[in-house]
């Protein structure tokens, strides 16, 4: 009787299995959402964009991107954590969302176990700004007006807590400064902020920025880069100001915890086709990105190590992220 029941219990075992890998063999069979935690308009929503259209055609399936705005990432990021665990719901992660664990009171998400990581398939640099009416066009003229001005020079970030936020507030630390963070809802509407004069200066990742750059209607003060920038070699990078000072950024897809492994190995198989693409390869360039790929778990790692620099970065500046 006993082997009768283990036999059976074993059969069973067996059938369930087989009717797991089954059920999502199919995979995708509707469409998916990519949720993407800024406005329109800047680099991280023109990378989700690239993504989903050629993700789409690997997959056969419709990938629609959803802004969800606000909060320096985490309402996007709260939406994603709370969806179900299927694979439909996919969140364009980047390295501020990393950093909300860092905000004074901690964060309702944590992306080293509140996410499934799929793949990092993009590095960026930030950049400072200056607008048209600051009154400084160099770094050092910015930092000697902030000086002399404590408070009044105000520059915008794409959100609080932001890695922009936090490299804004680790400048004004390592140079002895005080400014005003005045975080808006996305890159788009933090430069149209710069544009209009509501703030002096802007922390933002490059690309979305580059035309405005270009065409003389901002200034651009330095980058954030361990090298100068490919795009503006003419350009100083921060650290030539503030020797060690350097900063870059990371934009990569996850999802909901507890998606199954398969659903996770077959989008990091599709992403891999899609990154390895030239005609995305050349797209991500022109958005002044990177080009990467990773696997799950060097991704997880990656996401790690950056909430450990700028959890270092916040500590030993005093910093306070509300």
């Known amino acids: 009787m006993t082997n009768r029941r283990n036999i059976i219990g074993a059969g069973l075992a067996v059938s369930a299995l087989m009717a797991t890998g089954t059920a999502w063999a199919a995979y995708p069979d509707r469409p998916i959402r990519l949720v993407v935690p800024y ?8 990378m989700a964009r690239l993504v989903a259209q050629h993700l789409g055609d690997h997959l056969g399936q419709s990938v629609i991107v959803d802004n969800k705005a606000g909060g320096g990432t985490l309402i996007g990021a709260e939406f994603v954590k709370a969806a179900r665990p299927d694979g439909y ?12 664990m860092l905000r004074k009171g901690g964060s309702p998400v944590d992306f080293r176990k509140d996410f499934e990581p799929i793949m990092a398939f993009a590095e960026s640099t930030f950049v400072i700004l200056a607008g048209p009416a600051a ?22 970030v794409p959100g609080p807590g932001t890695t922009s936020h936090l490299l804004g507030e680790y400048l004004s630390s390592a140079a ?4 005003m963070a005045v975080p808006y809802k996305g890159g788009g509407p933090a430069s149209v902020g ?11 990742g490059i690309g979305p ?25 003419n350009s100083p990078m921060i650290a030539e100001t503030l020797p060690g000072l350097e ?33 995305v390869r050349e797209r991500t360039l022109s958005l002044s990105l990177k080009p990467m790929s990773s696997t799950a778990a060097e991704y997880t ?22």
């Open 39 to 46: 406005a329109a308009g800047g680099s991280a929503d023109g």
């Open 89 to 100: 719901t996919l969140f364009l992660g980047t390295s501020s969302t990393s950093m909300l």
């Open 135 to 156: 009154p400084f066009k160099t770094l050092p003229e910015m930092i000697a007006y902030a000086r002399a001005n404590p408070g009044k020079v105000t520059y915008s």
């Open 176 to 179: 002895g400064i005080k400014m």
């Open 194 to 204: 710069l544009l209009g004069g509501e703030v002096m200066a802007s922390f933002d």
């Open 209 to 233: 920025t580059n035309p405005f750059i270009k065409e003389g209607r901002v200034t651009l003060l330095a980058t954030s880069g361990g090298q100068r920038s490919l795009v503006f070699p």
């Open 247 to 279: 900063a870059g950024g990371w934009i990569g897809l996850a999802a909901t915890p507890g998606t199954p492994r398969e659903v996770i190995d077959r989008l990091h198989a599709a992403m891999t086709a899609v990154v390895a693409k030239p005609d």
């Open 301 to 322: 790692r990656l996401i790690a190590g950056e909430i450990d620099k700028w959890g270092k970065v916040v500590r030993e500046s005093n910093l306070v992220i509300e």
